[in-house]
């Protein structure tokens, strides 16, 4: 039986970090054929030797979040790629308010900077405030929730894009849609 969680964070590693590890070349939106992953992913050891693609969809189908989708025989991840370069993204208007959860010591340089991807592709927002809760608490014990005025940012040229149902991307959003709690 395939352990799920570790399935996840190994197709994770794969899409999101360092494809090149499991000699896979990503299309310009971070899809790869299923099969090619499943054939890298067995390769990786031998408890992964009799992985198949229905192992992969059940992962999917089973994550309490929805970091992956597969679509027409082809995978990627939706969002937290680390790798170089961006993938490319349609832009969409984003619900009027987002909430971003951070560690306290990042207040000052998000003040004087705004929200920046910090080594990912883009800057994660969540829909509500219990997500970015659960994020921000990733990175401090009681994390300083910011609320992100994302209507307003959008009508002033930010581009946003949608990860999946909670979580919204963007490029960078200035200090100034940022309502400081």
Not at 15 to 42: A, F, N, T
Not at 130 to 136: H, K, S
Not at 140 to 159: D, Q, T, W
Not at 164 to 173: H, Q, R, Y
Request: proline share 7%; no cysteine.
């Amino acid at each position: 039986m395939i352990d799920n969680t570790l399935l996840s964070k190994m197709v994770s590693h794969a899409l999101r970090h360092e494809p090149w590890l499991y000699e896979l070349e990503l299309d310009d939106e971070g899809w790869i054929p299923v099969e090619e992953l499943v054939e890298s992913l067995r390769r990786e050891g031998p408890e992964w030797s009799r992985l198949t693609a229905a192992d992969i969809a059940r992962m999917i189908d089973r994550a309490s979040k929805q970091r992956h989708e597969i679509r027409k025989g082809r995978i990627r991840a939706l969002y937290g790629h680390s790798q170089p370069g961006k993938f490319a993204k349609t832009p969409g208007e984003p619900p009027d308010v987002l909430y971003y959860g951070t560690g306290p010591a990042r207040l000052p340089s998000i003040r004087n900077s705004g929200l920046l991807p910090m080594g990912r592709q883009y800057v994660h927002l969540s829909v509500d405030e219990a997500t970015a809760l659960r994020v921000g608490r990733r990175k401090a014990g009681n994390p300083s929730i910011l609320k992100i005025l994302a209507s307003e940012a959008h009508a002033g040229g930010v581009k946003f894009y949608s990860g999946n149902e909670t979580i919204w991307l963007a490029d960078g959003v200035p200090a100034k849609f940022i309502v400081w709690g």
